[in-house]
């Protein structure tokens, strides 16, 4: 491991104390790695089961790996079966513990972890916007989000201020998993010891404050907010969350309790690595007091006009033995959104709900978004294809498929979906986006190796 600066280790000395021996030995061991498998996709596993050595107690889904483990190169991780995740950054997610219906905001949300574990949670219901103010960042949220087959969600990218003056009291639930200075990942990430200064903890607390109070306003009387770190020090941990009650009379911590990891009394938890089975991490669960009702809102979405209903409506009946869902039009595509949509006037909005497809001339045809979802499994045409076919289509390629039905098709691995193809005359067609074609991107942007 890169050597630890002077000034951390003395920093370190000063808050463990006695423990600090066990800490520093904890940090020169190999980085903890997790996965997050999807509600109703854990048969996944059987893919790679010797990787997956043991549960983690706090997330619902949650799966220590083996370090060498190769689960983000298994076309499933395309197909959204699972989530690449460091253990203890499952944790402030599983706090905040959505409930249903409810309007909640990832504030900080890049590269979506933690907001594909909300949307795990509420399981389709209620509304989850996620935000990213940093526009590539913000991409990789959405792509995602996608990927996990989210149909809830509203992807933004905007300074938390900028979001407060829009939706004032609007949600009930809060997460700020906010920009910090990173001692927490010294083991996944050494190179961030290079980065860090004895001043990174002062100027991280600042960014903090502002988002924290932004997110103060953005929160209904009677919710929950959880702010969460993946640093150790207090300045940014306890210090922050003090100073920020100190400004807002009307919140105040609360108590918790998670499996694994103990009781928090204070309403505030350290996770450090000596001590639990993960990375460093921080979080404490904030209540602000009273409360208010949901206030009434409109998306400001149109309806689609009646040439283009009448080709969405025409698809979904030749190709689905579902209902059609509801559809509101955003540009040429059409979208499945959350009942509840924020009025999304001013805020620079990458995704709204589901994208159910686009309407071309003289025909609808369905998105990627559309297959990885929930929606799919009402698909007419379905064909399973094997492990060396999923790897060829996840790079563009085409296939015979012989007695298969013209039409458009959904391709299943393992029962599970992985893209619509259109058939015509045996052929499958390739119709998966050219962007997220294995041979097109570096793999690693999404295995989400941050750990978050």
């Known amino acids: 491991m890169t050597e630890l600066k002077k000034s951390f280790i003395e920093n370190m000395n000063g808050m463990l104390k006695e423990e600090a ?57 395309d197909m ?4 690449l995740q460091e253990p203890s950054a499952m944790a402030p997610a599983a706090l905040l513990m959505p409930r249903e219906g409810e309007r909640v905001l990832d504030l900080c949300a890049a590269p979506g972890g933690k ?15 996620a935000n990213e103010p940093v526009q590539k960042r913000a991409l990789v949220l959405s792509r995602n989000v996608e990927r996990m087959g989210v149909q809830n969600a509203v992807v933004i990218s905007e300074m938390p201020q900028k979001i407060a003056e829009c939706l004032p009291e609007f949600f009930d639930a809060v997460l700020v998993d906010a920009p910090c200075s990173g001692e927490g990942m010294f083991r996944r990430h050494p190179e961030a010891i290079a980065e860090w200064t004895e001043d990174s903890p002062r100027l991280c607390a600042e960014r903090q404050s502002g988002i924290l109070d932004a997110a103060a306003k953005m929160l209904r009387a009677g919710g929950r907010l959880v702010y969460s770190t993946c640093t150790y020090n207090e300045i940014e941990n306890e210090g922050t969350v003090l100073s920020f009650l100190a400004r807002h009379e009307d919140f105040h911590l609360a108590p918790f309790a998670l499996e694994g990891l103990g009781t928090a009394g204070a309403g505030y938890m350290h996770i450090f690595p000596h001590k639990v089975r993960g990375e460093g991490h921080f979080m404490a669960l ?10 009434a809102h409109s998306s400001g979405l149109k309806t689609p006009d009646k040439e283009s209903a009448g080709l969405f409506q025409a698809f979904w009946r030749e190709n689905f033995t ?3 869902p509801a559809a509101l039009m955003f540009g040429r595509s059409l979208l499945s959104c959350p009942a509840d949509m924020p009025p999304l006037a001013g805020l620079h909005v990458l995704r709204a709900g589901l994208t ?21 499994g009402a698909a007419k045409r379905k064909y399973e294809v094997t492990l060396p076919q999923a790897i060829a289509c996840q790079r563009g390629e085409s296939f015979f498929a012989d007695g298969a039905e013209n039409g458009w098709t959904l391709l299943t691995l393992g029962g599970l979906p992985l ?25 690693d942007e999404w295995e989400n190796d941050t750990g978050v």
């Open 21 to 77: 021996s066990r800490f520093f030995s904890a940090m020169k061991e190999a980085p903890t790695r997790g996965i997050r498998v999807r509600s109703g996709y854990e048969g996944a596993l059987s893919a790679f089961p010797q990787d997956v050595i043991g549960a983690v107690p706090w997330a619902k889904g949650g799966f220590y790996l083996s370090a060498g483990s190769m689960a983000g190169q298994h076309p499933y991780h």
């Open 80 to 83: 959204g079966a699972h989530y």
């Open 115 to 129: 907001t594909t574990q909300l949307a795990d949670y509420m399981r389709g219901s209620g509304l989850l916007v």
């Open 286 to 295: 904030i209540i602000k007091d009273g409360e208010s009702p949901h206030r």
């Open 322 to 324: 579902s209902a059609a």
């Open 356 to 376: 159910l497809g686009e309407i071309k001339p003289g025909r609808f045809e369905p998105s990627h978004a559309l297959a990885l979802s929930a929606l799919s």
């Open 419 to 443: 893209m619509f193809s259109k058939c015509v005359d045996g052929q499958m067609k390739n119709h998966y986006p050219k962007g997220l074609r294995v041979s097109n991107r570096a793999r």
